[in-house]
């Protein structure tokens, strides 16, 4: 053999082992990273992601955009997917998620027990880790003591040119109303949205804090947001004259929501995985996660934010929030039949 040919052989030798050693320090790496795609907003996560890693060691990336893209994504991406967790907020996303095949089921005696069995998929594809309550909102100086019961109750015409709603066109009104086709049937639920719409003091905004800001100014008396929009409007401008009241008492309870996660089909990474999630639902992570937003804790031994627990306690409708999504295409053509834009 020719010493030239030699030498190349041995730089050759030297370059693949190089090379395989970069593809082994790359598996570990890769072992030691979670992927997250993520609806809830980056100021909301990366305070968690931050306390898992520092705790763990375990790297989080993440991506985040909202819940209709990144479901796409997750399904377009299929086996290729480089996520291994998704977390999205409202049950009719994460309810769309395991429709779509994109979420693995998952048992864990941690997230059945942490979790009410009411705020999670009965297959363990997904698990709420916050609950958002939708209740009523109303100006304490035009609403008096009694006037304000149920949701059904502000269909009644003595609301008539008092009510402000938020589009239909947004999730979180569409599973409310979703959760009352379940208890009522569609016949009467569509009479009572007819209702509110007939009751209407103007076209519904595009948002809850526009709607509570027209009641704040007069343009109407009462409405239906998530609780912690009230608590961002309140933070920012504590003198803003508005209560929350709790409807149903007597009944089912007042409609609440989560945002949750779920471990996707594909995940290269699923024990770690499961893992967080399971995180996420204990004590130690749950006041964060659901006091960053003015959240409720899915764990029910989990007290809230100080700020969240001034609004009072309530009873909560039990159905499994998994209703919200079964349900959503009919409640869809029904706030279009009742004209609820």
């Known amino acids: 053999m020719k010493v030239e040919n030699y030498q190349a ?3 050759l030798a030297m370059l693949l082992s190089g090379a395989m050693l970069s593809v082994a320090s790359f598996v570990v790496t890769a072992a030691d990273e979670l992927v997250v795609y993520s609806a809830r ?8 992601f931050d306390a898992y890693s520092e705790k763990t060691g375990v790297d989080i990336r993440y991506i985040t955009d909202k819940a209709a893209p990144l479901l796409e994504r997750l ?7 480089p996520a291994d967790m998704l977390i999205t907020v409202d049950a009719g996303n994460l309810w769309q998620a395991a429709e779509k095949g994109v979420l693995a089921p998952v048992k864990s005696d941690a997230l059945e027990k942490n979790i009410p069995a009411y705020l999670r998929d009965a297959d363990g594809h997904w698990f709420g880790l916050s609950v958002r309550a939708r209740t009523i909102v ?7 003591s009694g006037e304000l019961t149920t949701y059904e109750g502000l269909a009644d015409p003595k609301w008539q040119g008092r009510l402000c709603l938020r589009t239909s066109k947004k999730v979180y009104n569409q599973s409310l109303i979703a959760m009352m086709i379940a208890q009522h049937g569609e016949a009467k639920t569509e009479e009572i949205v007819r209702g509110w719409v007939a009751n209407l003091a103007t076209a519904p905004f595009s948002n809850d804090t526009r709607t509570m800001e027209a009641i704040a100014a007069g343009q109407c008396d009462v409405g239906i947001v998530n609780t912690y929009y009230y608590g961002r409007l309140m933070k920012k401008s504590p003198d803003t004259r508005l209560a929350l009241f709790w409807p149903n008492q007597s009944d089912r309870g007042v409609h ?7 471990v996707t089909r594909y995940a290269r990474h699923r024990d770690e995985a499961i893992k967080l999630i399971e995180w996420l639902s204990g004590s130690e992570a749950q006041g964060m996660f659901a006091g960053l937003n003015l959240e409720y804790p899915a764990n029910p031994d989990v007290a809230p934010d100080a700020a969240v627990l001034a609004w009072g ?9 998994s209703k919200a999504g079964e349900l959503q295409a009919d ?11």
């Open 256 to 262: 609440v929501n989560i945002s949750g996660a779920g």
């Open 331 to 341: 409640s869809v053509m029904l706030m279009d039949r009742a004209g609820y834009k």
């Open 9 to 11: 052989l041995k730089v």
């Open 138 to 144: 109303y100006a304490p100086d035009r609403v008096k």
């Open 75 to 81: 399904h377009a991406e299929g086996e290729n997917s």
């Open 313 to 321: 306690d309530f009873r909560q409708d039990r159905l499994n929030v």
């Open 41 to 48: 907003k980056e100021h909301l996560i990366k305070p968690l």
